[in-house]
């Protein structure tokens, strides 16, 4: 049962974060990595939240934990824009596109991690 | 140049949100039989996340210098490999999640520690698969 909730919640993680990217791609012009940006940092919250409230079911963190969170995000983009970047000679976008995406994303983590320790 | 790692550019076609869609199902699962095969606690070094995130970085790199240079305009290739599998074997949430855990297990040298690996790395193992990407397209080309 689980493997198939962590699919289910990866198939609506997928198209939304292609959505993001496509939706950044037509207001900021093409190679713009804002919406990969956004949907690491939103995904980070999420699941900071969930893994912060504590004793939430199992199934549950296997859906939108696993499953939506976990694909919502992306490394390898991350990863391989950088590389982009630096070879497009523009290694301060480089540089604030991953110290951002790192502060952002961990800070929002921390934030939703600790609130949620709260409720 | 290494061409750009999203689907955007090549229209809004729904051919490219079910590839995600279906390439983000199956590399979600091996992400997930990866982390059932190799559990950790909160204190401990997550050597799950650290080896999809790497091994899905040098991947996407190798797809970038060789498959997607060579067929930059289909609808779903990209969609389906890059974003899809990729994307859903990799994962940003669960790398920001461990290093707040780790902190707050009282180890923050073990959190940086395990950020820099994981990005000097997965950089690293990007930048890899492109150059050798290229170099086996250069060899065999067509």
């Known amino acids: 049962m689980t493997p198939l909730l962590v699919v289910v919640g990866a198939m609506a993680g997928a198209p939304l974060r292609l959505l993001a990217e496509r939706l950044a791609v037509a207001r900021r012009g093409h190679g713009s990595v804002v919406g990969t940006a956004a949907v690491n940092v939103a995904g980070s919250a999420v699941l900071g939240f969930l893994l912060g409230v504590g004793g939430v079911p199992a199934w549950l963190l296997a859906l939108v934990g696993t499953g939506f969170c976990g694909t919502l995000t992306t490394f390898s983009t991350l990863g391989a824009d950088v590389v982009r970047l630096g070879e497009q000679r523009r290694p301060g976008t480089a540089a604030a596109y991953l110290g951002g995406t790192l502060l952002l994303g961990i800070g929002a983590a921390g934030a939703a991690y600790g609130i949620a320790g709260l409720l | ?142």
Request: glycine share 20%; hydrophobic share 50%; proline share 6%.
């Open chain 2, 1 to 142: 140049m290494l061409p750009d790692d999203r689907a955007g550019g090549q229209g809004d076609s729904v051919i490219g949100y079910v590839a995600a869609a279906l390439g983000g199902g199956l590399g979600a699962l091996g992400r997930w039989g990866i982390a059932e095969a190799l559990p950790h606690d909160a204190a401990g070094w997550p050597w799950a996340t650290l080896l999809v995130n790497l091994t899905g970085c040098l991947v996407l790199g190798l797809l970038l210098g060789l498959v997607f240079a060579r067929s930059p305009g289909s609808p779903w290739l990209r969609p389906f490999l890059g974003t899809g599998v990729l994307g859903g074997f990799t994962t940003f949430s669960a790398l920001a999640v461990e290093t707040v855990q780790l902190t707050d297990a009282g180890r923050p040298q073990l959190a940086a520690g395990y950020v820099v690996v994981s990005v000097v790395g997965g950089v690293g193992a990007a930048a890899l698969g492109v150059m050798t990407g290229r170099s086996r397209l250069r060899q065999a080309p067509g």
